[in-house]
T-cell receptor
Framework: EADIYQTPRYLVIGTGKKITLECSQT?????MYWYQQDPGMELHLIHY???????EKGDLSSESTVSRIRTEHFPLTLESARPSHTSQYLC?????????FGSGTRLTVV | GENVEQHPSTLSVQEGDSAVIKCTYS??????FPWYKQELGKRPQLIID???NVGEKKDQRIAVTLNKTAKHFSLHITETQPEDSAVYFC??????????WGAGTKLIIKP
């Protein structure tokens, strides 16, 4: 089924660890986005991409990086996790204007 | 760039009554305005959208209105039901090919 998939769904890690959150979509969308969201709160843009080899920083991009080597894959890496990174991370994609969101990764840094 | 403001932040209505959520935007070039619903623990999902060449759009109990002159758009939910309880986000399409989001409205349906 065409959709956008995020793994893992839940992750608990120690401070200082490097982690990669995975996001893949099977819809062939060019534009992809990463958001950070505390439950029920505002969506904060971290990074976005308009296609292969294109990545841009959002408002909340510090301490994280992304890559876009394949159209369908847009992973987010936190170089050194901190307790302030505890949140939900949502990936989204679009071919036009309406976004499709993944189910999210709920990250806890202890 | 685009800026979107959304009000109220929390809205509590009696089951069966109507609910209205309002958003304003700043960039007159914006031409696409979606509304998303996010239930507790789930992903945001598109429920209705409107383009700038249309003033109103309806889908069963949900409607969206757009006033381009005043640069505001609203979500109307009639005959509210318990399953309407969620956080609702408005957004406007920016000239940088991304959605600019409102801060969200928590809708509470009282039995």
């Amino acid at each position: 089924e065409a959709d956008i998939y995020q793994t893992p769904r839940y992750l608990v890690i120690g401070t200082g660890k490097k982690i990669t959150l995975e996001c893949s979509q099977t819809m062939g969308h060019d534009k992809m986005y990463w958001y950070q969201q505390d439950p029920g709160m505002e969506l904060h843009l971290i990074h976005y991409s308009y296609g292969v080899n294109s990545t841009e920083k959002g408002d909340l991009s510090s301490e994280s990086t992304v890559s876009r080597i394949r159209t369908e894959h847009f992973p987010l890496t936190l170089e050194s996790a901190r307790p302030s990174h505890t949140s939900q991370y949502l990936c989204a994609s679009t071919e036009g204007r309406g976004y499709t969101f993944g189910s999210g990764t709920r990250l806890t840094v202890v | 760039g685009e800026n979107v403001e959304q009000h109220p932040s929390t809205l509590s209505v009696q089951e069966g009554d109507s609910a209205v959520i309002k958003c304003t935007y700043s960039d007159s070039a914006s031409n696409y305005f979606p509304w998303y619903k996010q239930e507790l623990g789930k992903r945001p999902q598109l429920i209705i959208d409107i383009r700038s060449n249309v003033g109103e759009k309806k889908d069963q109990r949900i409607a969206v209105t757009l006033n381009k002159t005043a640069k505001h758009f609203s979500l109307h939910i009639t005959e509210t039901q318990p399953e309407d309880s969620a956080v609702y986000f408005c957004a406007a399409w920016d000239s940088n090919y991304q959605l600019i989001w409102g801060a969200g409205t928590k809708l509470i349906i009282k039995p």
